[in-house]
């Protein structure tokens, strides 16, 4: 059951590529933000095993692999965000619960924290900083934001990749910009994700050894 007073993203199913009974499905992650007023589920199903897919995800982030979307999104949106990673960064595989994931320049105070990961089943990032500092610091804004990235074998070579943010906010006029700015964003921004990681896990380097920490459940901080 979905929270009261919970909206759903709706877009058509050949936007976001996941059928009704995903959008409804516990994930990991869910439990991190109560009541939350937006949760937007988007789905993919890659040619690749989960094993190819987790060494991209584990590099995510700012001057880091990026978040895999065209290049031209970056250059309109994020003009401070370099070129999405095209190749596995072997210096970045090792990531752990507590980690930070830079998500901006170092004076936006803007990033993920890493609350619960599995390799090659799931990560799941938290943040209350993407927010402009000064609506943090003079205005009062808040948010409880929550990325979950999931991977779940369909056969030996074929995994359904799903992402799902769930977000809280606050005040009311804060809620309002989420759905009338973010909300829309997201119909671009995350489908253009899961092609970008798509497209490499399925078509670039094979991943070598497996990548990244964390074999075993981490409860949430």
Same mark, same amino acid.
């Given at each position: 059951?979905?929270?009261?007073?919970?909206?759903?993203?709706?877009?058509? *199913?050949?936007?976001?590529?996941?059928?009704?009974?995903?959008?409804?499905?516990a994930?990991?992650?869910?439990?991190?933000?109560?009541?939350?007023?937006?949760?937007?589920?988007?789905?993919v199903?890659?040619?690749? !095993?989960?094993?190819?897919? /987790?060494?991209?995800?584990?590099?995510?982030?700012?001057?880091?692999?990026?978040?895999?979307?065209?290049? /031209?999104?970056?250059?309109?949106?994020?003009?401070?965000?370099?070129?999405?990673?095209?190749?596995?960064?072997?210096?970045?595989?090792?990531?752990?619960? !507590?980690?930070?994931?830079?998500?901006?320049?170092?004076?936006?105070?803007?990033g993920?924290?890493?609350?619960?990961?599995?390799?090659r089943?799931?990560?799941?990032?938290?943040?209350?900083?993407?927010l402009?500092?000064?609506?943090?610091?003079?205005?009062?804004?808040?948010?409880?934001?929550? /990325?979950?990235?999931?991977?779940?074998?369909?056969?030996? !070579?074929?995994?359904?990749?799903?992402?799902?943010?769930?977000?809280r906010?606050?005040?009311?006029?804060?809620?309002a910009?989420?759905?009338?700015?973010?909300?829309?964003?997201?119909?671009?921004?995350?489908?253009d994700?899961?092609?970008?990681?798509?497209?490499?896990?399925?078509?670039?380097?094979? *991943?070598?050894?497996?990548?990244?920490?964390?074999? *075993?459940?981490?409860?949430?901080?």
């Open positions: 059951m979905w929270p009261r007073g919970t909206r759903r993203c709706t877009a058509p *199913a050949a936007a976001t590529g996941r059928p009704p009974a995903e959008r409804a499905a994930l990991p992650g869910d439990e991190l933000v109560v009541d939350p007023q937006i949760v937007c589920t988007h789905a199903t890659i040619a690749a !095993g989960a094993d190819r897919i /987790w060494p991209w995800l584990v590099q995510m982030g700012w001057h880091r692999g990026g978040w895999y979307t065209a290049r /031209w999104v970056d250059r309109l949106l994020f003009p401070a965000n370099r070129a999405s990673a095209d190749r596995i960064l072997p210096e970045l595989q090792h990531l752990t619960v !507590g980690d930070f994931i830079p998500d901006g320049p170092p004076d936006t105070r803007c993920f924290t890493v609350r619960d990961l599995r390799a089943e799931y990560l799941v990032l938290r943040s209350d900083s993407h402009p500092l000064s609506w943090r610091t003079r205005l009062g804004a808040r948010i409880d934001w929550t /990325w979950a990235f999931i991977l779940r074998p369909i056969d030996e !070579g074929t995994t359904r990749f799903i992402f799902r943010w769930r977000a906010t606050a005040p009311r006029w804060v809620t910009l989420c759905w009338t700015a973010v909300v829309p964003a997201d119909f671009v921004m995350s489908r994700m899961l092609r970008g990681v798509t497209t490499r896990a399925a078509h670039g380097p094979p *991943a070598g050894p497996r990548s990244g920490r964390g074999d *075993a459940p981490t409860p949430p901080r």
